[in-house]
């Protein structure tokens, strides 16, 4: 009878952090803050206090403080002690934050390149907490989760460093992933307080592991924060709540061209197209042009086109982008009014193409457009 | 700014031109967790980025963005995956699927499936799109339009 190879430390701690993204422990909020002031005494060397928001909303605030504060003390090289604890964070937050930007770590400290040897960021891909991460990610209150530090992936500080046998650092960064098996989601440091936020209540995901919900909020976290979302896109609670408020009216009142797409998704493409009354003019390999007549007003063009990197089931995402009835190249949106009216004026009208309407969304004409590379 | 017969990419609503200098005047525009941020998908988080250290966005005072790019040594002989219009989509291995506009490559003699590289790039990523390599160079970042109920936006995905 053969034994089955006992799994090595490193192995272990492996499992661990894929156990723990999968985000279903319980919250211990007792161990999470013995874990935290643990990881204070080795990092920052000072007792720290342990309190967990409320809600998101008091996270939020606290983050934003704590942010304004670590510029403050930047500021003020007289509190030394204060500044050598925050130039210490700073520079192991920095390390965290641009290992997880760049991904591969290729340019991260050499625990980072440890785990990046692994390779296990695809196998990482598929756990929920990278989906909660993008829900973290669409958050746009910046300015507070910059100065917020993500268990998840802070966590793999210390797997990194197993996988260097740099024992000194994998203890000082083990009790993260601890506080993170314990609940924790991620926390930010003011002052003599660690600021926690305990795990997303909700978390769903659809089959290519992106946030996606068809009856109801994909992603909920301490009570306040609720997002819905359609195969990652974020979207307005009533696509998902009320698809049968979905008309050809409100789908081209839409701005957003993500939004939009998963409006014609859900109210359906072929009926969609049907409906608006939005017929086929011109076909090419930039995409389709279609015109919609309407009674005493210009007809409403859209170009439909398709990205031409294909989703994992192979299929392509396509959008239809509105344009103007004559094909004008069209000015940057973000001009004032009159110029814009101005500018749009000295365009000469184009013949009405697929390639002509692509290109008069970048303000070009047909013959101007022509990408090196487009996807 | 000088764009003739200079190349333009597109990667979704993202279109770069490549110019033959920069404007003067342009304000350097800081990373956000060590990314630029050309693009950031507001529905779905998912930016335009460049990583490269020596690379670099720049915003005039309308808020037009231009970038230096400054990219890394990509050198081999790579598996050609697709053929599209203008460009190749090459297996660079470690680094992934790239697309590579025709004239920067050359496609092997007698190997009709392998493809060489050799030169800088830097690569915009997308976690729905393909990586682009664009060469060094200077460019700028046209943004998307699109024309709605008599108004003309920006496209915003």
Known sequence: MSKTKAPTPLEQLLERHKIACDLKQTVDREKIAECLQRWAGRIIKEPMKIAFSANFAAYQKDARAARAARAAWDARAARAARAAWDARAARAARAAWAARAARAARDARAAWDAWAAWDARDAR??????????????????????????????????????????????????????????????????????????????????????????????????????????????????????????????????????????????????????????????????????????????????????????????????????????????????????????????????????????????????????????? | MKTDNLPHYRQGDVLLQRVASLPKGLTKVPRVDGKIIVALGSSNGNPHYFEGKGSEMLRDADGAQSLVLVGKRISGRFQIEERRRNWLVLDCVALGLIAFHKSDVSESKGQPELADVSGRFELLKHAEHTAHAYPDGTYSHVPQRGFNRGEIRRVQD
């Not at chain 1, 197209?273 to 409403?300: M, N, T, W, Y």
């Not at chain 1, 439909?304 to 000015?331: C, I, M, W």
């Not at chain 1, 184009?350 to 487009?374: C, F, H, K, M």
């Open chain 1, 125 to 375: 891909d598929a756990w929920d907490a990278r989906a909660a991460w993008d829900a973290w990610a669409a958050w746009d209150a910046r300015d507070a989760r910059d100065a917020s530090w993500e268990c998840s992936w802070i966590s793999i500080t210390s797997i990194g460093a197993l996988a260097r046998s740099d024992e000194k650092t994998m203890q000082d960064w083990l009790p993260i992933l601890e506080a993170f098996e314990a609940g924790a989601f991620c926390f930010c440091i003011k002052d003599d307080w660690i600021h926690v936020a305990t795990l997303p209540t909700r978390v769903l995901v659809g089959g290519e592991r992106r946030l996606h919900c068809e009856d109801g909020p994909a992603f909920e976290w301490l009570g306040d924060f609720v997002e819905y979302y359609w195969h990652g896109v974020r979207v307005p609670e009533a696509v998902i709540l009320r698809p049968t408020d979905i008309t050809v009216e409100v789908i081209e009142a839409e701005d957003n061209a993500e939004v939009r797409r998963v409006m014609v998704e859900r109210f359906g493409q072929e009926r969609y197209v049907r409906e608006s009354g939005a017929e086929e003019v011109h076909r090419d390999d930039f995409g389709i042009l279609r015109c919609k007549i309407q009674k005493g007003d210009d007809p409403i063009l859209m170009v439909q086109v398709a990205n031409s990197t294909a989703e994992k089931d192979g299929s392509s995402k396509e959008y239809f982008l509105p344009v103007h009835h004559e094909l004008r190249p069209l000015p940057p949106g973000d001009w004032p009014t009159e110029k814009k009216r101005a500018w749009l004026d000295k365009q000469k009208p184009q013949e009405l193409t697929a390639r002509n309407a692509v290109a008069s969304t970048w303000g070009r004409r047909g013959e101007d457009y022509d990408p090196a590379i487009e996807t």
